[in-house]
T-cell receptor, first 112, second 114 residues
């Protein structure tokens, strides 16, 4: 099935560092979602974006809906050990021909 | 109380069998979903129901059939199980389809087909 390109695929960072990841597509979406999944758990919705150019924060997380509507970005500031996990983006088209496509995931590991 | 529950949590079965996974949400949400996560952790939506109406039906084999008896339940029935069906299946619900401001996932059902 189709997956969105998400990068980096994985990263090791030091505690306290900022993290950036992005999701790109050849298709246009009208909604972008960012999730985090801990081992053995279901994904948790972190941030939802509905408008091109929108910038939304949730604590230390900030996400942006790209102006081309084909990409989205997630930043984590001052990472802590509990940020470890897999981060997924998802692009949605919520009218007409519905689409809901996930990115390939970014595996984040934080070194204390 | 668990917001989105799935049963069973683990399911081990033989090829060719028919099985069902149940999902219930107690959040009063209008939209429910089924997802499949494979061994490489890739996630894919399978189905979505909004107010008991099927709105997403991705290209999954027709051996998979969702059933929504009411807005709080979305069950997944799988006929003639195959080895490739082994995966983790997640159910989720959200308040709205289209403006997904709150969405909650169940704990997953780990299906192993032998």
């Amino acid at each position: 099935g189709q997956q969105l390109n998400q990068s980096p695929q994985s990263m090791f960072i030091q505690e306290g560092e900022d993290v950036s990841m992005n999701c790109t597509s050849s298709s246009i979406f009208n909604t972008w979602l960012w999730y985090k999944q801990d081992p053995g758990e279901g994904p948790v919705l972190l941030i939802a974006l509905y408008k091109a150019g929108e910038l939304t924060s949730n604590g230390r997380l900030t996400a942006q809906f790209g102006i081309t509507r084909k990409d989205s970005f997630l930043n984590i500031s001052a990472s802590i050990p509990s940020d470890v996990g897999i981060y997924f983006c998802a692009g949605l088209v919520t009218s007409g021909t519905y689409k809901y496509i996930f990115g390939t995931g970014t595996r984040l590991k934080v070194l204390a | 109380d668990t917001a989105v529950s799935q049963t069973p949590k683990y399911l081990v079965t033989q090829m060719g069998n028919d099985k069902s996974i149940k999902c219930e949400q107690n959040l009063g949400h209008d939209t429910m979903y089924w997802y499949k996560q494979d061994s490489k952790k890739f996630l894919k939506i399978m189905f979505s129901y909004n107010n008991k109406e099927l709105i997403i039906n991705e290209t999954v084999p027709n051996r998979f059939s969702p059933k929504s008896p009411d807005k709080a339940h979305l069950n997944l029935h799988i006929n003639s199980l195959e080895l490739g069906d082994s995966a983790v299946y997640f159910c989720a619900s959200s308040q709205l389809w289209g403006a997904v401001k709150s969405q909650y996932f169940g704990p997953g059902t780990r299906l192993l087909v032998l």
